[in-house]
């Protein structure tokens, strides 16, 4: 049995977020790391892990330092990793990036006991599509925010979160699940012998050439030119005015607030 | 004939999914069904609210209320719960056959599901979370004016003509904005931030005016994988962000004393009025606050009429979703800190000393009133 857990590297936007003069984001001023929500994903893997023995796989699509991310989840505890990388896939929206992950996990190869787990959304995007649309293509069902997994043989129990409270769901495998964070699924550090064993585990790139031959690989249907959405166009929206910095911070200064509220009638 | 997505001049009409659960109609879906009466008559097609579940039809009138000309029921039982499965099978049938040029969304937890299933089998495009549409030039032209930096240069190299769907969503915590198209399939799909959209007046006379259409699709055993074996409504009332006009939110600033500044903002809140607690993503990565008190990217967009941040430095995934509230107010130790850079009304200094007098000087003007 094998859990594959789809991450991603993204820009880490807590820090400080550079734009470029043509409103293009200048993402090698900015630090990576790995995807929240994904990292939550890994640790829901780890821990069906511990429990089962099964084996755990990273994947991703990206450039090749996307390296680095990957040697970091197998010092966590997967057992093994894949980085899809070829120019060809370069430029693809959600549902092409989808159809090439797809045919990667195809290529791998999907048995009845296994699932994958993605991150509920990645920051950069926040788009939240590539999950499901993973699971479309590969005729899988899928749950969505799910914040506890229970796995016994062939099936799979969740809680999925819903706004106003949660939906209990039994599931066959194989399966798409996408995490979100809940109480007991705060990602584990890497050990030490983690750390020394990462760069000793299986690590497989796929290129264009090894994946050409699979049916989802279809030329217009992945990249630039694959991919149905476009940027129309990118914009900063204006800067907003400059508020009013109130001097000091005793009583006469929350007294000035509140008389600017009232005059604001905000109360 | 086989469904063809790139034959896009056999696509007509803007439809809306219109989400209920158990029964009752979401508020993001006449949000939407407002907004989408706009587009409709941009490009002169009609509005169709898309209605799924088991005996809805009672729902149906009221969209019409909203701007809805005809709504589509699809009513069997396998729609009664939400499942993936059954939703995306009706959806799907329903588009393949009717061929809509657009379909909206709510980005709720469930239209998020729905949405890049539906449109990856639908073989199109679908853009997340939006929270601007628009399909005439001119009237997205005008948009940006207001909301962008683009020198007005650029408009000139638009194509006036162009009727795709413009998909506007805020990228890198808003920083950056996109519009996004999706001009080569059809529908055009877009799920669109709750709360964003404005109801539009209720109108008696559009309701009755609706027609509603029956549709039947087939659902088998073999359609649907997953079993739902229960639907859980919390138990603690769940916190209203969205629909609060005051709210107090916490961040760091309160880990000298979490009870205590959770308290504070509570009574603040009180002092505006009535309001609600939110806070910042690390409250809810510590365990303070409940995920469903988070503001912020990763956790709701709010727009109340106040804003108040308390020790929250303002990262950018913070700011994202808040920055668009009337007014905002901070109080942060540090004078730097980023929030001041978005704040309306800021004190330096420490919240545990300042909220008390704020809570005082509040009441005092309230009373004097």
């Not at chain 1, 999950?131 to 506890?148: D, R, V, W």
């Not at chain 2, 039809?57 to 719960?81: F, N, Q, S, T």
């Not at chain 2, 559009?206 to 659902?219: E, G, H, R």
Request: proline share 4%; with cysteine; net charge negative.
């Amino acid at each position: 049995m094998r859990i594959y857990v789809c991450v991603k590297q993204v820009p880490d936007t807590s820090g400080v977020v550079a734009v470029n003069e043509d409103g293009t984001l200048n993402r090698a001023s900015m630090q990576t790391i790995i995807n929240p929500d994904d990292l939550v994903a890994m640790e829901q893997a780890l821990m069906i892990k511990d429990a089962t023995g099964c084996q755990v796989t990273a994947v991703t699509m990206g450039p090749p330092p996307a390296e680095g991310m990957l040697r970091e989840l197998l010092a966590m505890g997967a057992d093994d990793a894949i980085l899809i990388s070829a120019r060809e896939f370069g430029g693809s929206d959600t549902f092409a990036t989808s159809q090439i992950i797809a045919a990667a996990i195809t290529y791998t190869g999907l048995n009845d006991e296994d699932m994958i787990f993605c991150g509920r959304q990645a920051i950069d995007g926040d788009t939240a599509q590539v999950g499901p649309q993973i699971a479309e293509k590969l005729n899988l069902p899928q749950i969505s925010y799910a914040a506890e997994i229970k796995k016994e043989g062939n099936e799979v129990t969740v809680k999925r979160m819903l706004e106003d409270g949660y939906m209990m769901i039994k599931q066959q495998t194989p399966c798409l699940v996408t995490c979100i964070s809940d109480q007991d699924s705060h990602p584990r550090m890497m050990s030490i012998a983690g750390i020394n064993a990462a760069y000793k585990k299986p690590y497989t790139v796929l290129d264009f050439e090894t994946l050409k031959d699979e049916p989802l690989i279809e030329l217009d249907k992945i990249g630039l030119k694959g991919s149905p959405t476009n940027i129309f166009v990118s914009f900063t929206p204006p800067l907003k005015g400059i508020g009013v910095m109130l001097e000091g911070n005793d009583k006469k200064t929350t007294d000035k607030l509140a008389s600017m509220l009232l005059e604001k009638h905000v109360i | 004939m086989a469904f063809n997505s790139s034959d896009i001049g056999a696509f007509e009409n803007i439809w809306v999914f219109c989400e209920q659960r158990n029964g009752v109609m979401m508020n993001t879906s006449y949000e939407l069904v407002s907004e989408a009466r706009k587009l409709a008559d941009e490009r002169g097609s009609k509005l169709v609210g898309l209605l799924l579940g088991h005996n809805v039809e009672g729902l149906a009138k009221d969209l019409g209320g909203y701007g809805a000309d005809e709504v589509i029921l699809i009513d069997d039982p396998a729609l009664e719960v939400y499942t993936t499965d059954a939703y995306t099978k009706a959806i799907c049938d329903c588009a393949m056959d009717l061929k809509p040029e657009v379909i909206l969304l709510g980005a709720s937890n469930i239209g998020r599901d729905l949405g890049p299933r539906c449109a990856a089998r639908l073989t199109t495009g679908l853009t997340a979370d939006c929270t601007h549409l628009d399909i005439d030039m001119n009237v997205y032209t005008d948009f940006l004016k207001k909301a962008s930096t683009l020198p007005e240069a650029r408009y000139e190299k638009f194509d006036m003509e162009d009727v795709n769907l413009k998909m506007t969503r805020p990228a890198f915590g808003g920083h950056l904005m996109a519009t996004i198209i999706c001009p080569r399939f059809r529908p055009c799909m877009s799920t669109v931030r709750p709360g964003v959209m404005k109801k539009a007046p209720f109108d008696q006379a559009k309701a009755d005016a609706c027609v509603i259409t029956p549709y039947k699709v087939s659902i088998t055993d073999a359609d649907l994988k997953t079993q739902v074996m229960d639907v859980v409504k919390a138990t603690k009332k769940i916190v209203d962000l969205i629909g609060a006009d005051v709210i107090v939110s916490v961040g760091r600033g309160i880990s000298k004393d979490i009870e205590g500044g959770i308290k504070l903002a509570e009574q603040l809140t009180d002092a505006f009025g009535g309001g609600v607690v939110g806070g910042s993503r690390v409250t809810v990565d510590s365990g303070w606050l409940s995920s469903d008190h988070q503001v912020g990217q990763t956790g709701k967009t709010v727009h109340p009429k106040v804003y108040v941040a308390l020790g929250i430095s303002g990262s950018i995934q913070h700011k994202a979703g808040m920055q668009d509230s009337e007014l905002i107010i901070a109080v942060n130790k540090d004078e730097n800190a980023p929030i001041f850079e978005i704040a309306d009304i800021g004190i330096t200094g420490d919240l545990f000393k300042v909220v008390p007098l704020m809570i005082e000087s509040l009441n005092e003007a309230r009373a004097s009133k």
